[in-house]
């Protein structure tokens, strides 16, 4: 119900758009967040987007660095990765809050794509 896409191979310092679009449901009343996982790791919360008051949420891995944003008309969400690290390098998922609050737990995502590999390399 969730479709990541815009993952790849970028170059140290580059940069990536990701999008997630629901094909099922509208994305307007869930908060949704995006996490990722690098091998051999546990999946980490990256940033989150809340419905109710259009809050965003940063880890402090990507502050300063990704930008979450919504665009209602296209039921998408983005995730703008800039200055891009090789720690970067993860496959990376969006999720589904259905409360609308959304949070860094996991278990209070409801919903999750499938994941899109961002692999940050010279």
């Known amino acids: 119900q969730l479709v990541e896409s815009g993952g790849g191979l970028v170059q140290p310092g580059g940069s990536l758009r990701l999008s997630c679009v629901a094909s099922?449901?509208?994305?307007?009343?869930?908060?949704i967040g995006w996490f990722r996982q690098a091998p051999g790791k546990e999946r980490e919360g990256v940033s989150y987007?809340?419905?109710?008051?259009?809050?965003?949420y940063y880890a402090d891995s990507v502050k300063g660095r990704f930008t979450i944003s919504r665009d209602k008309a296209k039921n998408t969400v983005y995730l703008q990765m800039n200055s891009l690290k090789p720690e970067d390098t993860a496959v990376y998922y969006c999720?589904?809050?259905?409360?609308?609050?959304?949070?860094?737990?996991?278990?209070?995502?409801?919903?999750w794509g499938q994941g899109t590999q961002v692999t940050v390399s010279s």
């Open positions: 999720a589904a809050d259905v409360t609308g609050w959304g949070t860094f737990g996991e278990a209070d995502y409801a919903y």
């Open positions: 099922e449901f509208t994305l307007d009343y869930s908060a």
């Open positions: 987007i809340s419905s109710v008051d259009l809050s965003t």
